[in-house]
């Protein structure tokens, strides 16, 4: 075989020479992207466990501090607000609150271990409520699926009534279909874990309320009057007429109390477990009508499907004016010469969707 000219030779040298700088710039270029990204992706995991820590602290903090402060909460309805304060003393298994100003300022109300109060300016103590469980237990149970749900997104500091504040994000790690939300941003103290600052948004990402404390004081006098003791919550109770009743995670008991099986829809929406069933009663027609429920959770969001024997026509309107069931959208639908009313913050479909798997159903 011929040798090939000299200057080929060269041409094919500087080509070679050509083809592996370019290949190690590419590798190097790769190296270097590779880096960063694992850069990234360390900081995101580092700032993933400092906010889930954060949370940690602030769940403990909530529900095991002692504390007094004056709080201050504006509900947004619409292009509208409501804005109101209260005294508040915190202790494990213990609320008071004391209503300063806004529409329902005289008012006081409470719970202690597993009895909650309420008394208008002018009246006697009135028990509502009354749970299988007490707060702590109920906050442990939907801590443990909030951190299944929610992904903590770790956010800047900043001062908040003189203290120094930590802001951490939680957000759904699935979205249903038409909502981006709910979320919550909280204001967590750095100091005490205490959260001084919560900004709600609902499934839309809507802002629907923002409550913040000030004037904290970690070491309150209380004493034996501080709270109200339940032997006396018990005692001032007429008739057993509680407005509810949470009845743990056997529905026949809501069914005796009743006389309607508390509804099992057989579609929830991601994320959801059973958190209860339980007994509601409101006044639809001048006299307490009992509905059986059951109530959903994913940690942070609560859907109600409620099953009753409707004594009025309108009951959209009537429930919204007569009962305090909570926020979000409402939907019902008459099933089996009963009614089945789902409620929660969810996209109306979604609601919808839970209502036809639901059945009306009396106890047998």
């Not at 300022?105 to 409520?129: C, H, I, M, V």
């Not at 501080?226 to 007429?241: D, G, H, Q, Y």
């Not at 309607?260 to 307490?288: A, Q």
């Not at 059986?292 to 959770?297: D, H, L, P």
């Amino acid at each position: 075989m011929t040798p090939a000219p000299k200057s080929l030779q060269t041409g094919l040298f500087v080509a070679s020479t050509i083809m592996l700088c370019a290949a190690g710039a590419i590798w190097v270029g790769k190296s270097r992207e590779s880096a960063q990204i694992a850069a990234q992706e360390a900081l995101e995991a580092q700032n993933l466990r400092h906010a889930s820590e954060l949370l940690r602290k602030s769940y403990r903090a909530d529900n095991e501090l002692s504390y007094s402060a004056l709080s201050r909460t504006v509900a947004f309805m619409g292009d509208k607000s409501v804005e109101s304060s209260a005294r508040i003393t915190r202790a494990p298994r213990h609320l008071s609150i004391e209503v300063v100003s806004g529409p329902t300022k005289g008012t006081q109300s409470g719970y202690s271990q597993r009895w909650f109060w309420r008394q208008s300016a002018d009246g006697a103590l009135e028990p509502y409520a009354e749970v299988k469980h007490d707060a702590n237990q109920m906050a442990a149970r939907r801590f443990a699926l909030l951190a299944k749900n929610y992904t903590p997104i770790l956010g800047g500091e900043t001062q908040l009534d003189g203290r120094r504040a930590q802001i951490v994000e939680l957000r759904p790690n699935q979205l249903m279909d038409g909502a981006t939300g709910p979320a919550r941003r909280l204001f967590i103290d750095v100091q005490s874990g205490l959260t001084l600052r919560v900004e709600s948004f609902n499934c839309a990402l809507q802002p629907v309320m923002n409550s913040s404390l000030s004037d904290v004081d970690l070491k309150p006098a209380i004493t034996p009057a501080t709270f109200e003791r339940p032997a006396v919550i018990a005692a001032s109770l007429k008739n057993r007429n509680w407005q509810g009743e949470e009845l743990g995670t056997d529905p026949n008991a809501a069914a005796r109390e009743t006389g309607f099986v508390p509804p099992r829809p057989t579609f929830l929406p991601p994320g959801f477990e059973l958190d209860g069933y339980g007994v509601h009663r409101c006044n639809t027609t001048g006299t307490m009508q009992p509905a059986a429920f059951s109530r959903y959770s994913d940690g942070l969001n609560t859907l109600t499907v409620f099953a009753f024997k409707p004594a009025n026509s309108d009951i959209e309107k009537t429930m919204r004016g007569a009962c305090d069931f909570g926020p979000g959208a409402l939907r019902s639908r008459e099933d089996g010469g009963g009614r089945l009313v789902a409620m929660g913050d969810l996209p109306a479909p979604i609601l919808e969707r839970v209502l036809q798997s639901a059945q009306f159903e009396m106890a047998k």
